[in-house]
């Protein structure tokens, strides 16, 4: 138990966890933030993905591209 504590106390494992925060709280922000603006500015999955789901429910994506002129 001694170890765990003195692990505790490193620098290293002290940067790591600070930036481990960032990362997830940064990550629980920019999930709902875009959800809103997909929503208000009414933005989609673009069309060229089609999913499709097969009779033992496994998802199959294909992708269609379309010449732009």
């Known amino acids: 138990m001694a170890e765990l504590t003195h692990m505790i106390d490193s620098e ?14 940064k990550m629980m922000l ?3 933030m875009t959800g809103y603006f ?11 993905w089609n999913v499709q ?4 429910n496994l998802k199959r994506v294909s992708l269609h591209f379309t010449a732009v002129s």
Do not use: D, E
């Open 53 to 56: 789901y097969t009779q033992n």
């Open 30 to 32: 920019m999930s709902p």
């Open 12 to 25: 290293v494992f002290l940067a790591f966890s600070t930036y481990a925060t960032i990362v997830v709280l």
């Open 38 to 48: 997909r929503l208000t500015r009414k933005v989609h999955k673009p069309k060229v």
